[in-house]
Antibody, heavy 118, light 109 residues
Framework: QVQLQESGPGLVKPSETLSLTCVVS?????????WGWIRQPPGKGLEWIGS???????YHNPSLKSRVTISVDTSKNQFSLKLSSVTAADTAMYYC???????????WGQGTLVTVSS | EIVLTQSPGTLSLSPGERATLSCRAS???????LAWYQQKPGQAPRLLIY???SRATGIPDRFSGSGSGTDFTLTITRLEPEDFAVYYC??????????FGQGTKLEIK
């Protein structure tokens, strides 16, 4: 079955760029589906960051759009997130997921915690 | 921007009881594109229901969803010990494309 695994630095300094990768196994990204990033600050709720198709077409949350870059590498079967000019408010568990049934998110990766601190 | 409000914030019930969780949207949800997720401590969310009332693959039939427009409900009949968790609703279609409610914690009484 399809599985997703996030990876990247667990600690990022304020004003720098957060970079994460989601590797997909059990399914070829080139075959279809949108893929997305979601985050969850400690003890809080969920926030959708953005989604990407294998063609590179993207959708972003307007609240983050100016800082977010989402890209896809079909040769490595992975997609990536870059979030620039981070602050402590960007400290969160970051999840990747597939957009399932066109309108929901499943499955999810296990998540990776990113802390923004000097 | 569409806002999803879940109630109650915390629901205290015993195993075997019936749970009713509410999700109210500030405007009509496009084509009933509302989903429900379950999240246990230290785990990623798991999709339970999509398009308001369709169960995702592998989800037990004690979970059911209903509603349309701005009012949606997740019902869990005969609570099992593993059902105690936080539940989120999520809409698709309005800006932002995906947005979530603040969650309902279902705890053991």
């Amino acid at each position: 079955q399809v599985q997703l695994q996030e990876s990247g630095p667990g600690l990022v300094k304020p004003s720098e760029t957060l970079s994460l990768t989601c590797v997909v196994s059990g399914y070829s990204i080139s075959s279809g589906y949108y893929w997305g990033w979601i985050r969850q600050p400690p003890g809080k709720g969920l926030e959708w960051i953005g989604s990407i198709y294998h063609s590179g077409s993207t959708y972003h949350n307007p609240s983050l759009k100016s800082r977010v870059t989402i890209s896809v590498d079909t040769s490595k079967n992975q997609f990536s997130l870059k979030l620039s000019s981070v602050t402590a408010a960007d400290t969160a568990m970051y999840y990747c997921a597939r957009v399932e049934y066109s309108t929901s998110l499943a499955p999810w990766g296990q998540g990776t915690l990113v802390t923004v601190s000097s | 921007e569409i806002v999803l409000t879940q109630s109650p914030g915390t629901l205290s019930l015993s195993p075997g009881e019936r749970a009713t969780l509410s999700c109210r949207a500030s405007q009509s949800v496009s084509s009933g594109y509302l989903a429900w997720y379950q999240q246990k401590p230290g785990q990623a969310p798991r999709l339970l229901i999509y398009s308001a009332s369709s169960r995702a693959t592998g989800i037990p039939d004690r979970f059911s969803g209903s509603g349309s427009g701005t009012d949606f409900t997740l019902t869990i009949t005969r609570l099992e010990p593993e059902d105690f968790a936080v539940y989120y609703c999520q809409q698709y279609g309005s800006s932002p494309l995906f947005s979530f409610g603040q969650g309902t914690k279902l705890e053991i009484k």
